[in-house]
Protein backbone atom coordinates (compact mmCIF):
# COMPACT_ATOMS: atom_id res chain seq x y z
CA UNK A 1 0.00 0.00 0.00
CA UNK A 2 0.98 3.75 -0.75
CA UNK A 3 -0.48 6.37 1.28
CA UNK A 4 0.29 9.60 1.15
CA UNK A 5 0.69 12.37 4.29
CA UNK A 6 -0.30 16.05 3.14
CA UNK A 7 0.58 18.41 6.19
CA UNK A 8 -1.43 21.72 5.88
CA UNK A 9 -1.10 22.74 9.38
CA UNK A 10 0.84 26.43 8.66
CA UNK A 11 -0.66 29.83 9.05
CA UNK A 12 2.02 30.68 6.14
CA UNK A 13 3.43 33.46 7.92
CA UNK A 14 6.52 34.02 5.55
CA UNK A 15 3.73 34.30 2.53
CA UNK A 16 2.16 37.59 4.90
CA UNK A 17 -1.48 36.19 4.04
CA UNK A 18 -3.12 37.18 7.61
CA UNK A 19 -6.53 36.21 7.06
CA UNK A 20 -6.22 32.72 4.46
CA UNK A 21 -3.29 30.41 5.32
CA UNK A 22 -1.31 30.04 2.31
CA UNK A 23 -2.28 26.40 1.47
CA UNK A 24 -6.34 27.46 1.22
CA UNK A 25 -4.84 30.63 -1.55
CA UNK A 26 -6.66 30.45 -4.73
CA UNK A 27 -4.20 30.46 -7.78
CA UNK A 28 -6.37 31.03 -11.23
CA UNK A 29 -9.78 29.45 -9.45
CA UNK A 30 -8.65 26.54 -7.32
CA UNK A 31 -7.15 26.45 -3.92
CA UNK A 32 -3.45 25.32 -4.09
CA UNK A 33 -4.47 22.80 -1.32
CA UNK A 34 -6.65 20.62 -3.93
CA UNK A 35 -4.32 21.26 -6.98
CA UNK A 36 -1.44 19.95 -4.66
CA UNK A 37 -3.81 16.98 -3.53
CA UNK A 38 -4.98 16.04 -7.20
CA UNK A 39 -1.14 15.27 -7.83
CA UNK A 40 -1.92 12.26 -5.64
CA UNK A 41 -5.40 11.29 -6.51
CA UNK A 42 -4.63 10.83 -10.27
CA UNK A 43 -1.65 9.16 -9.15
CA UNK A 44 -2.16 5.58 -10.00
CA UNK A 45 -0.33 3.60 -7.33
CA UNK A 46 -1.18 6.14 -4.64
CA UNK A 47 -3.93 4.31 -2.62
CA UNK A 48 -5.27 6.45 -0.12
CA UNK A 49 -4.48 10.17 1.38
CA UNK A 50 -4.14 11.52 4.92
CA UNK A 51 -4.08 15.18 5.90
CA UNK A 52 -3.19 16.89 8.32
CA UNK A 53 -4.65 20.17 8.67
CA UNK A 54 -4.73 23.36 10.96
CA UNK A 55 -7.66 22.49 13.13
CA UNK A 56 -9.54 25.73 12.58
CA UNK A 57 -9.76 24.78 9.01
CA UNK A 58 -10.68 21.39 8.74
CA UNK A 59 -14.07 21.97 8.25
CA UNK A 60 -13.28 23.93 5.52
CA UNK A 61 -10.87 21.48 3.74
CA UNK A 62 -13.32 18.95 4.09
CA UNK A 63 -16.01 21.24 2.09
CA UNK A 64 -13.17 21.59 -0.48
CA UNK A 65 -12.00 17.72 -0.88
CA UNK A 66 -15.81 16.95 -1.45
CA UNK A 67 -16.46 20.05 -3.89
CA UNK A 68 -13.40 18.64 -6.14
CA UNK A 69 -14.17 14.72 -5.33
CA UNK A 70 -11.08 13.96 -3.71
CA UNK A 71 -11.83 10.87 -3.28
CA UNK A 72 -8.30 9.13 -1.95
CA UNK A 73 -8.77 11.38 1.30
CA UNK A 74 -9.23 8.89 3.99
CA UNK A 75 -9.28 11.01 6.80
CA UNK A 76 -8.29 14.50 7.98
CA UNK A 77 -6.95 15.25 11.12
CA UNK A 78 -5.79 18.21 13.30
CA UNK A 79 -1.97 19.47 12.59
CA UNK A 80 0.47 20.15 15.19
CA UNK A 81 2.63 23.08 16.93
CA UNK A 82 4.90 22.66 13.97
CA UNK A 83 5.52 21.06 10.74
CA UNK A 84 7.29 17.70 12.36
CA UNK A 85 4.34 17.68 14.83
CA UNK A 86 1.65 17.82 12.19
CA UNK A 87 3.58 15.15 9.93
CA UNK A 88 3.08 12.86 12.67
CA UNK A 89 -0.36 13.25 13.77
CA UNK A 90 -0.71 12.08 10.16
CA UNK A 91 1.62 9.10 10.52
CA UNK A 92 0.17 7.94 13.19
CA UNK A 93 -3.28 7.99 11.66
CA UNK A 94 -1.45 6.44 8.27
CA UNK A 95 0.07 3.46 11.29
CA UNK A 96 -3.50 2.05 12.36
CA UNK A 97 -3.78 0.31 8.74
CA UNK A 98 -0.47 0.27 7.84
CA UNK A 99 2.14 -2.41 6.98
CA UNK A 100 6.02 -1.79 7.94
CA UNK A 101 6.90 -2.45 4.44
CA UNK A 102 4.10 -0.25 2.87
CA UNK A 103 5.34 3.20 1.72
CA UNK A 104 4.43 6.64 2.69
CA UNK A 105 5.08 9.96 1.09
CA UNK A 106 5.14 12.73 3.03
CA UNK A 107 4.77 16.03 1.28
CA UNK A 108 3.53 20.01 2.48
CA UNK A 109 0.64 20.97 1.02
CA UNK A 110 1.66 23.93 -0.77
CA UNK A 111 3.46 21.58 -3.87
CA UNK A 112 0.84 22.38 -6.59
CA UNK A 113 3.39 21.62 -9.64
CA UNK A 114 4.04 18.12 -8.40
CA UNK A 115 4.63 15.59 -11.10
CA UNK A 116 3.89 12.40 -11.78
CA UNK A 117 7.19 11.23 -12.88
CA UNK A 118 8.34 12.63 -9.37
CA UNK A 119 5.86 10.81 -7.53
CA UNK A 120 6.58 7.28 -9.66
CA UNK A 121 10.24 7.80 -8.78
CA UNK A 122 9.80 8.60 -4.84
CA UNK A 123 7.86 5.28 -5.11
CA UNK A 124 10.31 3.28 -6.61
CA UNK A 125 13.26 4.25 -4.62
CA UNK A 126 11.41 4.17 -1.35
CA UNK A 127 10.45 0.05 -1.98
CA UNK A 128 14.06 -0.06 -2.95
CA UNK A 129 15.89 1.65 -0.39
CA UNK A 130 13.17 2.52 2.31
CA UNK A 131 14.36 6.12 1.95
CA UNK A 132 13.60 8.15 -1.03
CA UNK A 133 14.26 12.30 -1.00
CA UNK A 134 14.00 14.11 -4.42
CA UNK A 135 16.63 16.72 -4.65
CA UNK A 136 17.71 19.51 -7.11
CA UNK A 137 21.81 20.41 -7.65
CA UNK A 138 22.39 23.49 -6.41
CA UNK A 139 22.81 25.87 -9.43
CA UNK A 140 24.17 29.17 -6.87
CA UNK A 141 27.52 29.20 -4.85
CA UNK A 142 26.65 28.62 -0.90
CA UNK A 143 28.31 30.55 1.88
CA UNK A 144 28.02 29.65 5.26
CA UNK A 145 27.26 32.49 7.95
CA UNK A 146 27.11 31.99 11.97
CA UNK A 147 25.89 35.59 12.30
CA UNK A 148 24.27 36.25 8.88
CA UNK A 149 26.70 39.16 8.73
CA UNK A 150 29.97 37.95 7.65
CA UNK A 151 31.16 34.46 6.26
CA UNK A 152 34.71 32.85 5.79
CA UNK A 153 33.53 29.82 4.60
CA UNK A 154 32.41 28.83 1.03
CA UNK A 155 30.52 25.73 0.50
CA UNK A 156 31.50 23.52 -2.65
CA UNK A 157 28.73 23.76 -5.12
CA UNK A 158 29.01 20.48 -6.47
CA UNK A 159 28.15 18.69 -3.22
CA UNK A 160 25.42 20.87 -2.54
CA UNK A 161 21.56 19.92 -3.08
CA UNK A 162 18.18 20.73 -2.15
CA UNK A 163 15.76 19.07 -0.70
CA UNK A 164 11.84 18.85 -2.07
CA UNK A 165 8.84 16.75 -1.31
CA UNK A 166 7.30 14.47 -1.58
CA UNK A 167 9.90 12.48 0.67
CA UNK A 168 9.29 8.48 0.73
CA UNK A 169 9.63 6.03 3.13
CA UNK A 170 8.73 2.57 4.50
CA UNK A 171 6.37 3.11 6.99
CA UNK A 172 9.06 1.03 9.90
CA UNK A 173 11.48 3.35 8.77
CA UNK A 174 9.64 6.68 9.27
CA UNK A 175 7.94 5.72 12.50
CA UNK A 176 11.02 4.54 13.86
CA UNK A 177 12.42 7.77 13.67
CA UNK A 178 9.71 9.26 15.13
CA UNK A 179 9.87 6.96 17.97
CA UNK A 180 13.38 8.00 18.51
CA UNK A 181 12.97 11.74 17.90
CA UNK A 182 10.55 11.38 20.87
CA UNK A 183 12.68 9.93 23.33
CA UNK A 184 15.49 12.09 22.20
CA UNK A 185 13.82 15.26 22.87
CA UNK A 186 14.40 15.93 19.08
CA UNK A 187 10.93 18.16 18.54
CA UNK A 188 10.98 20.36 15.73
CA UNK A 189 13.23 19.18 12.81
CA UNK A 190 13.02 21.27 9.69
CA UNK A 191 12.08 17.88 7.58
CA UNK A 192 12.17 14.13 7.46
CA UNK A 193 15.05 13.68 6.07
CA UNK A 194 17.10 15.72 8.08
CA UNK A 195 15.27 13.98 10.89
CA UNK A 196 16.99 10.74 10.20
CA UNK A 197 20.22 12.67 9.37
CA UNK A 198 20.59 13.52 12.80
CA UNK A 199 19.55 10.25 14.13
CA UNK A 200 22.71 8.71 12.74
CA UNK A 201 20.68 7.41 9.48
CA UNK A 202 21.75 7.70 5.35
CA UNK A 203 18.99 8.52 3.06
CA UNK A 204 18.81 8.00 -0.37
CA UNK A 205 18.39 11.03 -2.73
CA UNK A 206 17.34 10.59 -6.42
CA UNK A 207 16.97 13.97 -8.98
CA UNK A 208 13.44 16.21 -8.55
CA UNK A 209 12.31 18.70 -10.21
CA UNK A 210 13.00 22.17 -10.58
CA UNK A 211 9.25 23.05 -11.40
CA UNK A 212 8.28 21.51 -8.00
CA UNK A 213 8.35 24.83 -6.21
CA UNK A 214 6.97 25.05 -2.70
CA UNK A 215 4.80 28.01 -2.76
CA UNK A 216 6.17 30.15 0.88
CA UNK A 217 6.43 33.48 -0.25
CA UNK A 218 4.97 35.98 -2.13
CA UNK A 219 7.65 35.85 -4.93
CA UNK A 220 6.51 32.20 -5.24
CA UNK A 221 3.16 32.99 -5.87
CA UNK A 222 3.15 35.22 -8.22
CA UNK A 223 5.35 32.87 -9.99
CA UNK A 224 2.69 30.32 -9.75
CA UNK A 225 -0.21 32.88 -11.15
CA UNK A 226 2.20 33.61 -13.78
CA UNK A 227 2.54 29.80 -14.39
CA UNK A 228 -1.21 29.14 -14.90
CA UNK A 229 -1.99 32.63 -16.81
CA UNK A 230 0.66 31.33 -19.66
CA UNK A 231 -0.67 27.62 -19.56
CA UNK A 232 -4.10 29.00 -20.04
CA UNK A 233 -3.34 31.38 -22.75
CA UNK A 234 -0.47 29.55 -24.26
CA UNK A 235 -2.36 27.39 -26.47
CA UNK A 236 -4.65 30.14 -28.02
CA UNK A 237 -1.14 32.35 -28.70
CA UNK A 238 -0.04 29.71 -30.54
CA UNK A 239 -3.01 29.40 -32.59
CA UNK A 240 -2.98 33.37 -33.00
CA UNK A 241 0.72 32.99 -34.56
CA UNK A 242 -0.11 30.12 -36.78
CA UNK A 243 -3.26 31.68 -37.88
CA UNK A 244 -1.15 35.18 -38.65
CA UNK A 245 1.19 33.28 -40.40
CA UNK A 246 -1.27 31.96 -42.69
CA UNK A 247 -2.65 35.14 -43.70
Known amino acids: MVSAVIFAGGVGAR?????????????????????????????????NIVISCLESWIDKLRGLVNKYNITKVRSIVPGGTNGHGSIHNGLVEVNREALP??????????????????????????????????????????LESQDGETCNHSLPRGEMFITQAPQGYTMRKIMWAHDEAARRGITNPISSSELLIELGEKVNIFIGDRDNIKVTTPEDLRFLRAYYYYGRYRHFAKEELEYGLQY
Open 15 to 47: MKSVEIPKQFLEVDGKPIIIRTLENFQNHGEVD
Open 101 to 142: DDIVLICDGVRPLLSNDLISNCIKTAKAHETAVPVTPSIDSV
